[in-house]
């Protein structure tokens, strides 16, 4: 006989066979979904090792301890921890992601005010494109007939 286990899943008890938990919650089949390559043999949740209530854990590059700094997660580099929960850099991508979104979208107005200033001022003086489109054709054809 089969053994079953209970799964609560939306405020219900399902049965879940030992076939399906064999073929959908191994831990080779919750690195398939990891990976996003899930078959859709099980509907419910598959988990990989270490994982729990808080996601899983990730282990920060350097760039990512950075992140984590430059969101005030940690007070400095060194006090980042080897392991960091999945939710915890998440958060911290997502923040640094709109940072420097904000940033460019700052940098962006302020070289359209620069290049219109510099456009009056160009005006102003009386220079434009059309003139200097003129006067550079007009000197390639004084070249032309000079040769």
């Not at 078959?39 to 808080?54: A, E, M, N, S, T």
């Not at 005010?113 to 200097?132: E, L, N």
Request: proline letters at 2%.
């Amino acid at each position: 006989m089969a053994t079953t286990t209970h799964i609560k899943e939306r405020g219900t008890r399902r049965r879940k066979s030992w076939l399906t938990r064999v073929v959908c919650c191994s831990w080779i089949s919750g690195r398939r979904q990891a990976l996003g390559m899930n078959f859709g043999l099980c509907r419910l949740q598959c988990k990989g090792p270490k994982q729990g209530k808080d996601g899983g854990y990730h282990k920060p590059s350097d760039f990512d301890k950075k992140i984590l700094v430059w969101t005030k997660r940690y007070a400095d580099v060194s006090q980042v921890p080897r392991e960091v929960t999945n939710i915890q850099m998440k958060k911290a991508k997502d923040l640094f992601r709109i940072r420097v979104n904000l940033m460019m979208v700052a940098m962006t107005v302020v070289l359209a005010a620069a290049y219109a200033w510099s456009g009056r001022r160009a005006a102003q003086r009386g220079d434009s494109i059309v003139r200097q489109n003129r006067l550079w054709h007009a000197e390639g054809q004084d070249a032309d007939n000079k040769a």
